[in-house]
């Protein structure tokens, strides 16, 4: 059974699976890594959620305020020998349903152009957008809206 945390950034749990997504962005990403990484930096998010199976914590999300009313998805991870079991799509449903309560009417996000994570999203009800701001012209990525109900 899976059991979803709100929480911040501060919870340790989410500082440790983190530092498990940079090592796995770091070997992804190569030489773009230093770019991508500047743009992920977790110390004053507010808005996390931990997900834990018994009381190991086997996956993360957050979000973060883009603009007034639109919310950015960051930091979703899934340790590779639990991915599969619908963990990454609770995290993002309990995401979405938090940035609603806090008024927020889309989300958006970046990911890999070409990772199983855009298939996940799409599922999830996201469509593909023009990459904004910092991501726009890196061929890599790809961008991700969804207007919330």
Known sequence: MIRLVRTNSTN???????????AYLADRDG?????????????????VIVAYEN?????CG???EYEKGTAEIKRMFVPEE???????SKMLLELEKWA??????????ETVADSGAVT?????????????????GMEKSCCMEKILK
Do not use: M
């Open 62 to 64: 957050a979000f973060k």
């Open 100 to 109: 609603l309560e806090e008024e927020f009417q889309k989300c958006i996000l």
């Open 120 to 136: 996940l999203y799409k599922k999830s009800g996201y469509k593909i957008i023009p990459n904004y701001g910092q991501y726009a």
């Open 12 to 22: 340790t749990d989410f500082q440790k699976l983190v530092k498990s997504l940079d």
């Open 55 to 59: 009381e190991t914590a086997v996956g």
């Open 31 to 47: 030489d773009d890594h230093a770019f991508y990484d500047q743009y992920n930096k977790i110390d004053t998010i507010k808005n």
């Open 82 to 88: 639990k991915r599969g079991q619908g963990i990454a």
